[in-house]
Structures are given as structure tokens and as C-alpha cells.
């Protein structure tokens, strides 16, 4: 796609200012914008954003090992051994008939059939149990691995686009030695998006693939596994190489991902900052300080009254700008190798080549007034004789309709005499 802005303000500059550039308002306008109060700040600031692809990747390889683990997790038996009241005993079992004849204190009667009765007995209760390190182990990982995803996710997915920005801020103060102008101006420019289509598939891709990740975990967070294992502590880093976890395929996969968590540091993408020269170059400049007197006459073009502005006044001299100097100075003297004389000579070269293009400048300006002054005479000349003619043609006009309104009463009286003579 072409740069339209950049055509149209070729033809801008070849169709107006090129026209301007002779004009004498133009000149005025220009010296004192020039010489007044400028605060002008350019910032041209683009953030690049490359996801880190690594950490995907690392999480992608654990999940088939996750899944396997949650799916079929370890278990044992677990047995509960407590002495209850005989009412509350659920089960009696050998275990039950061996702790009583070992604790003969809990048998409260001995019947004259040869039979006990008991007041408490040992309840032993077994059942399948999910808590192991392993099992608490994988629990704990799925845990931090759903909060590095999704804290990682967070930002990315809020911030797919790089960002790109444009700034300008221009405050202007001009002193029109009839009026006084005020002009701020503050743009800004942030493109929607600036990738191209290869960057765009290539981050399609990743965030594709960061979503399966975070769609995954969101399963396993919500699975039976999961929500039993919730109940029990969670396992702290270093974890413990158990025999399983050392030679199980499933582990070993799931301990390299929590070493990989835990020594990962960074936020998941990296930012490459890349921006323009802010310094406002000269033709820069000269471009705002166009479109400041544009908008000028647009606005003095819709107001009632009119402004008289005297374009023959001296043109103000500009100042120094010390800072400016001071910087020009001081990038010489650190960035190039040249002397103290060497610098004086090519001052004064240069000051000479200025000064003789501000005279050739002025000269021509003078003779291009003095031009302008004689056909301005030339013009209120011919005005002059332009009246004098019509004046004369007017008399001339007169005195021919003066003689031939006298022919005509002549010719009346001849007439008249002429009947006279025939009827006598």
C-alpha cells in the first residue's frame, strides 16, 4: 500500500509553500513565529513484544505425563486404628479380637457361660487413599503451573499488538506587534496494527497454542483428582526424589517441568524499544511554523472584523539559543577529532558563506519590492490616465452632441423660411 500521507504532502508543499516562499505575508508570519516563544516535543516510540516460546513449550511436553498421573494416581491403603465405645464400633476384625485379649482393662464383664462383654474395642478401618508425596507432588504442580500460565496469559493476551505511538506537542506564543497569538497543539498518532502478515501467524500460533495450555490445566483443575487431592498439603520446593519419581516416565516428566517453573524468572515475552530522533530538524520546523499561519488565516478568514497588518516593518532578529549551542559544542569536542583552530577556521567559513546568502537573500528581496513598488505606480499611472481619457472622450462627446442639436435647429429654420418663400 503506498504512503498517501507522505504524496499528498508532496503535492502540499510543490502546490503551496513552493508558492509562498516569494510572498510577503509568508515572510512576515514566518519571522515572527520564528522569533517568538516555541516549545516543541517529538516523540516517535514503538514497544516490540516477542513472546518467549520456551516456557510453552516446556509446559506443552508435561501435559500428556500430567494427564496420565490424574487420570490413574497412586494409591495405598490406608488404615485408621482407634479404640472406640462398643456402640460405635463398625467392624469386627481379627485385629479387633487380638487387641482385646492384649488389653484385658477394656472388658468390663466375664458372663458365667464363659462369655466377655466388653465396654470398648479397637475399630480398625482400612480404605484406598490418594495421599502420597507423588500424588500431593503432581496436585501442586498442576496448581503453579495454571497461576504461571495464567498470570503470564494475562498480559499477553491483553496485549497482543505492539504498540506503537506518535506524539506532538506544540506551544507557541507570537508577539504580532498589533496582537497577540496563542497556539497549542497536542497530537497523537497509535496505529491499530502494525504487524505484518507473517508476524501475525506466527503470534496467532503461539497464542493458539497458549490457550490449549490454559484450556488443559482449566480440565485438570476441575477434575476429581484435583478436588481430592485440595484436601491435603501441598508439596514445597526442593521436592523429594522418591523411587517413582526418579524412575516412573510420568514423574520424571512432571519433576522437569517443576524444576523448569521454578527457575524460570522472566515475564514471558521481551520488549525491544525502538524510537525516532526526538530532536526537531530545521525543515520540521519550518513545516509547523506553515501550518501556524495557515491556521491563522483560516480563523481571520471567519472573523467579522479585519486586521490590518503592516508588512513593511523591520524583521525581528532571532536569539541565540544557548542550550542549542552548548550542545553543538559539546558533541564536538567529544565525538570528533578537530582543534581549536581547525574549528575557528571553519566558524568563520561558514559565518562568511551565511552572510553573503543573507545578503544575496535580502538583495533579492529588495529588488523583488522595489518591482512590486514600480508596478504598483505603473498600475495608479495608467488609473490616472485611464480617467484622463474617459474625461476627454466625455467632453468630445458633448461638444458633438452640442453641434448637432445646433445643425438641427438650423436646419429647422431653413425649413421654416423655405415655406415662408413659397406661400408668397
Same mark, same amino acid.
Given at each position: 500500500m503506498?504512503?498517501?500521507?507522505?504524496?499528498?504532502?508532496? =503535492?502540499? =508543499?510543490?502546490?503551496? &509553500?513552493?508558492?509562498?516562499?516569494?510572498?510577503m505575508f509568508h515572510s512576515y508570519f514566518s519571522n515572527v513565529v520564528e522569533t517568538g516563544y516555541n516549545n516543541i516535543s517529538f516523540i516517535n516510540r514503538k514497544l516490540v513484544k516477542n513472546i518467549d516460546e520456551s516456557w510453552i513449550a516446556e509446559i506443552e511436553l508435561a501435559l500428556p505425563h500430567i494427564r496420565v498421573v490424574a487420570e490413574k494416581p497412586r494409591t495405598f491403603i490406608e488404615e485408621q486404628r482407634e479404640v472406640l465405645n462398643v456402640g460405635k464400633v463398625k467392624k469386627i476384625s481379627v485385629e479387633t479380637v487380638r487387641h482385646l485379649t492384649q488389653h484385658s482393662e477394656f472388658i468390663s464383664k466375664f458372663n458365667d457361660d464363659g462369655t466377655i462383654q466388653p465396654d470398648k474395642l479397637l475399630d480398625v478401618l482400612k480404605e484406598d487413599s490418594n495421599n502420597t508425596y507423588e500424588n500431593r507432588f503432581v496436585y501442586t504442580l498442576i496448581k503453579n503451573a495454571k497461576e504461571f500460565v495464567d498470570r503470564r496469559a494475562e498480559v499477553l493476551l491483553g496485549n497482543v499488538n505492539d504498540e506503537e505511538g506518535v506524539f506532538l506537542n506544540v506551544d507557541s =506564543?507570537?508577539?504580532n506587534y498589533n496582537e497577540y497569538i496563542t497556539y497549542k497543539l497536542e497530537m497523537r498518532i497509535r496505529d491499530k496494527m502494525v504487524d505484518d502478515e507473517e508476524t501475525i501467524m506466527e503470534k496467532s500460533s503461539l497464542l493458539g497454542r497458549l490457550a490449549s495450555i490454559q484450556k488443559e490445566l482449566d480440565i485438570l483443575a476441575s477434575s476429581q483428582f484435583y478436588k481430592e487431592m485440595s484436601k491435603f498439603t501441598v508439596v514445597r520446593h526442593p521436592i523429594v526424589k522418591t523411587n517413582a519419581i526418579k524412575k516412573n516416565v510420568d514423574y520424571v516428566a512432571c519433576a522437569k517441568l517443576w524444576e523448569f517453573l521454578?527457575?524460570?524468572?522472566?515475564?514471558?515475552?521481551k520488549v525491544d524499544i525502538i524510537e525516532q530522533d526526538s530532536s526537531t530538524k530545521t525543515e520540521f520546523l519550518k513545516d509547523i511554523f506553515d501550518s501556524i499561519m495557515l491556521d491563522y488565516i483560516i480563523l481571520r478568514e471567519y472573523l467579522d472584523e479585519t486586521s490590518l497588518i503592516n508588512l513593511n516593518r523591520q524583521r525581528r532578529k532571532k536569539e541565540i539559543n544557548l542550550n542549542t549551542l552548548q550542545s553543538f559544542m559539546q558533541e564536538l569536542v567529544t565525538e570528533y577529532d578537530i582543534s581549536q583552530s581547525e574549528l575557528r577556521l571553519l566558524l568563520l567559513k561558514e559565518y562568511n558563506k551565511a552572510q553573503k546568502n543573507k545578503e544575496k537573500v535580502e538583495g533579492a528581496a529588495n529588488r523583488l519590492n522595489k518591482i512590486r513598488q514600480r508596478a504598483a505606480e505603473?498600475?495608479?499611472?495608467?488609473?490616472?490616465?485611464?480617467?484622463?481619457?474617459?474625461? &476627454?472622450? =466625455?467632453?468630445?462627446?458633448e461638444e458633438v452632441a452640442k453641434k448637432k442639436e445646433k445643425k438641427k435647429k438650423k436646419n429647422s429654420k431653413r425649413k421654416i423660411l423655405n415655406k415662408r418663400i413659397r406661400a408668397s
Open positions: 503506498p504512503n498517501m500521507s507522505h504524496e499528498i504532502y508532496e =503535492k502540499y =508543499k510543490d502546490k503551496i &509553500f513552493d508558492m509562498l516562499e516569494n510572498d =506564543k507570537v508577539d521454578h527457575a524460570y524468572e522472566k515475564v514471558g515475552y505603473e498600475e495608479q499611472d495608467l488609473t490616472l490616465v485611464s480617467e484622463e481619457w474617459e474625461s &476627454f472622450f =466625455k467632453q468630445d462627446e
